[in-house]
């Protein structure tokens, strides 16, 4: 394959988050009709080919009735305001931050974390990345060090550490010198094993420590903790599904070990001081060429829900190395089956990827945890809801793919707080046992938490797949959600609870309707309730184009309970957009698109930050960071939604009840970050004061036409001048030295 012809690989590359690998008959139109009784009339011949959603307000009171049903009154944080000026939308190359605070860059890609390794050249010649920054920098979390140095203190804010996730190494190929050789899931050809290997170091997560100099923070480059996780590095499989057969590969027959982490994209952590770092579209990475026939049907069924083709070399091609002295290290890409027994090849290798992995910051030396009992899916992250002493630890998961179910799970041993000065022995006590639950998301405003377990008969007597223990149920958790009836969403993806009241929230960021998405193939919902049509150049996008934040409280506050109502906190919307469109009410100052990163300040309680990763308003506006203040599930009302031209409904209206939050003002939601051209905006913490916060900025440049010629990048950032484009983790200060935001 040509070096120069990037653009036409990466055309060939999955981007799963875009593919619908869900073929259950969950949400059938025949049960919306059902449930939500909705309206079905005519569309005239000769009109417009599509009209946007028309909303009616019906003033029923949902609040009252959610509370109701709870039981529990929820509180808002009224005291705080935002006190920054919005920062206007932009297209030009640069980072821009409110008038009064300063953003300066921390890390970025191929930067040394020690201080006897050379400064990264940014022209493809450095190849020790297992000594340097990763690539695609995502979720990220702060833990603070303790006075000596040797410990976690969650209130230490002058030494802390970072633990940064790598999603993935850049596509475009910015860390060769020439570009990537014989790449892509379609090249059949030998790949230098250099390359190979850079790639791989340069995914997975990154520990370093920071220390605080002047109001701002610096990386210490001789700190023992710096170090590397990486898609080559050991970890363990914990949990129920450790020693199945449905794990054993030749690297680990036993089914007890596995090599690296990859895709890692949101994140968690624990309140014993660990990291919980997610794999999210791990499954585009295997090579396999083989026809259906050589697997069972088990298998096989397994392959197509989560997306493994069988004529794909996969996204990078890794399993193909030039003659080098360890094959192994590159055959454990290959999922095919290629020996007489299981642990005798990799055909089990993507069942080893798509975990909650648990790392140790403060431990270079101990091996991550796959946690197995959290289930296996595109994880986008693992948000915690708080510990409370004597009840059962709680983690809100996002599964992110169009047409996929929210998770929890809780864990079966009740939360002693003595347990946060255990570290990993506390994760093996709390998260390798416990229940796995799917959401279904009524629509008359309230939801159910579906247990993922054989004791289920929904999964004990499925038709279309039939599980083997409860290993098999957690392995394919997309499967035992399938079956149990959960309800698909456009787009899971991060998620957070509210430390003021317990309303949890997850952001939704699109379902497009050119990928078989709402109202093509999958009905609207109450929860996921738009289509309408939007234009960005010649092209016009149809389906849940901006996207939307949906939002629960769990029965009795209780959130190991198995029962919520919920109402969507925002649409995301363009400010001209028609009212019937633009349902939160946006305008100039808080307009977005594609909601991703979702995450509460601790230092702030009350302060939401939403983060955005678009591709439909962006001739508009280059992908930005909000600052929001929101209230309480049920603080809106009753709306009822007209969709036309809905092609699942034969090209007729359709009428969805859903329930609103708010109306979102500028007083409430306001942009305060916009990111330079082609990024993603991902990843946010905090010192323990709210006076600093870190943000990642990922893939400036991602659309740039060449990974050599400085003339087709389509950006600079961070650098400037010719450089190549950097992903980065920024600090961002006030100048008056204040809370950020507020």
């Keep these: ?21 869900n073929p259950s008959t969950n949400d059938s139109f025949d049960q919306v009709l059902s449930r939500a009784q909705l309206g079905r009339r005519s569309f005239l011949k000769g009109s417009s080919s599509l009209a946007a959603a028309a909303m009616l307000g ?49 890390l970025a890609t191929g930067d040394p974390l020690k201080s006897n390794v050379t400064p990264y050249k940014n022209d493809g010649t450095d190849n020790d990345f297992d000594v340097r920054a990763g690539d695609h920098h995502d979720a990220m979390h702060y833990f603070g060090l303790n006075r000596a140095g040797n410990g976690w203190d969650p209130s230490g804010s002058e030494r802390a550490l970072l633990a940064i996730n790598h999603e993935v190494c850049e596509d475009l190929g910015f860390v060769h010198p020439n570009g ?55 970890c363990q499989i914990s949990g129920p599904a450790s020693r199945s057969p449905m794990m054993a590969t030749a690297f680990s027959p036993s089914g007890e070990q596995t090599r690296g982490t990859l895709n890692n994209c949101a994140n968690g952590y624990t309140p014993w001081g660990t990291y919980l770092t997610c794999e999210e579209n791990w499954a585009g990475y295997f090579n396999r060429r083989e026809d259906d026939s050589a697997r ?102 996002g599964d992110d793919a169009r047409n996929e179910y929210t998770y929890k799970f809780v864990s079966a041993a009740k939360w002693d707080p003595q347990d946060a000065s255990r570290g990993m022995a506390a994760g093996n006590k709390y998260l390798d046992a416990g229940t796995l639950y799917a959401a279904k998301f009524n629509d008359d405003g309230t939801g159910e938490w579906l247990p993922l377990t054989l004791a289920n008969p929904a999964i004990a007597n499925y038709a279309d797949y039939d599980f083997a223990d409860e290993a098999d149920v957690l392995i394919n958790a997309r499967i035992a959600a399938d079956a149990a009836g959960a309800t698909k969403m456009d787009r899971p993806e991060w998620g957070g609870v509210n430390p003021v009241n317990g309303d949890v929230y997850l952001t939704l960021t699109n379902n497009v309707s050119s990928s078989g998405g709402r109202g093509v193939k999958t009905p609207l919902n109450a929860a996921n309730p738009r289509y309408y049509a939007e234009a960005k150049g010649e092209t016009i996008n149809k389906g849940n184009v901006n996207g939307h934040v949906i939002r ?5 506050g209780n959130h190991a309970a198995t029962s919520f109502t919920w109402d969507v906190y925002l649409f995301g919307a363009q400010a001209d957009a028609a009212p019937d469109v633009n349902l939160s009410g946006l305008s100039d100052e808080n307009d977005f698109s594609s909601p991703d990163g979702l995450w509460f300040s601790e230092a702030v309680p009350g302060l939401l930050w939403l983060q955005t990763d678009d591709g439909y308003y962006t001739d508009t506006t280059n992908c930005m960071m909000l600052a929001a203040l929101p209230g309480t599930v049920g603080d809106g009302g009753e709306k009822m939604v007209t969709s036309k031209a809905v092609p699942i409904n034969s090209d007729g209206d359709q009428q969805v009840k859903t329930y609103m939050g708010q109306a979102a003002s500028p007083q409430v939601l306001s942009r305060f970050l916009v990111g330079p051209r082609d990024c993603e905006i991902t990843g946010i913490t905090e010192s323990p004061d709210g006076t600093v916060i870190f943000v990642n900025i990922q893939h400036p440049g991602e659309n740039s036409e060449s990974a050599t010629d400085p003339t087709q990048f389509t950006s600079h950032w961070p650098d400037g001048g010719n450089a190549r484009p950097r992903s980065a983790t920024v600090v961002i200060t006030r100048n008056d030295g204040g809370k950020i935001a507020v």
Aim: some cysteine; proline content about 5%; glycine content about 6%.
């Design 1 to 21: 394959m040509a070096k120069q012809d990037f653009r036409a690989v990466l055309k060939k590359v999955i981007n799963f988050e875009d593919e619908s690998h």
């Design 58 to 106: 019906t003033g029923l009171a949902f609040g009252a009735d959610s509370l109701k049903q709870t039981g529990r009154t929820a509180k808002a944080a009224t005291d705080l305001r935002l006190s920054f000026s919005p920062v206007a939308k932009s297209t030009a190359d640069a980072l821009v931050v409110p008038e009064g605070y300063t953003a300066r860059v921390l």
């Design 180 to 234: 990537p050789t014989n790449y892509g899931p379609e090249s059949t050809e030998a790949r230098p094993a250099i390359e190979i290997d850079k790639e791989v170091a340069a995914h997975g997560v990154t520990v370093v420590e920071v220390v605080k100099q002047g109001g701002t923070y610096v990386v210490n480059r001789d700190s023992r903790y710096n170090h590397r996780v990486t898609a080559a590095t050991p």
């Design 296 to 397: 069972t049907a088990k298998e096989v069924a397994s392959f197509k829900r989560y997306g493994v083709g069988n004529e794909t070399s996969g996204r990078y091609n890794w399993s193909r190395a030039e003659a080098t002295g360890n094959a192994d290290l590159y055959q454990r890409w290959d999922a095919s089956k290629t020996a007489s027994r299981a642990n005798q090849d990799y055909r089990n290798v993507a069942n080893t990827f798509g975990w909650v992995v648990e790392i140790d910051p403060f431990n270079p030396s101990a091996m991550p945890q796959k946690r197995t009992a959290i289930g296996r899916f595109a994880h986008e992250g693992c948000w915690p809801a708080a510990a409370v002493a004597g009840q059962p630890l709680v983690f809100y998961s």
């Design 552 to 556: 629960w409280r769990e029965a009795e």
